[in-house]
Nanobody
Framework: QVQLVESGGGLVQAGGSLRLSCAAS????????MGWYRQAPGKQRELVAT???????NIADSVKGRFTVSRDSAKNTVYLQMNSLKVEDTAVYYC????????????WGQGTQVTVSS
């Protein structure tokens, strides 16, 4: 079973930057896509950005141009660089890992809080 450990959340003022990291361990060879989702209070979890093992990215329109997703395959780690943060970016950010096989479940990290103050 894949384990995901996130780090890097915190409190930042609007306009500031944060970098999230998510390290995968155990059976990482089964993972194709890694990325980030977020969930704000009272809202559904939504995609932020994902990246395949080949480096193909998918970034939500709401963060395009401000957030960058990257991946270090040697370290089995995915990063989310968040710049020009807005109050509406406040949410719990979850790391996600999707296996190659659609028959395998998706894996989730425990979540890390990002709070952007005005």
């Amino acid at each position: 079973q894949v384990q995901l450990v996130e780090s890097g959340g915190g409190l930042v003022q609007a306009g500031g930057s944060l970098r999230l990291s998510c390290a995968a361990s155990r059976n990482t060879f089964i993972i194709n896509v890694m990325g980030w989702y977020r969930q704000a209070p009272g809202k559904q979890r939504e995609l932020v950005a994902t990246i395949t093992r080949m480096g193909i990215t998918n970034i939500a329109d709401s963060v395009k141009g401000r957030f960058t997703v990257s991946r270090d395959s040697a370290k089995n780690t995915v990063y989310l660089q968040m710049n020009s943060l807005k109050v509406e970016d406040t949410a719990v950010y979850y790391c996600n890992a999707q296996p190659y096989s659609p028959r395998d479940v998706n894996y989730w990290g425990q979540g890390t809080q990002v709070t952007v103050s005005s």
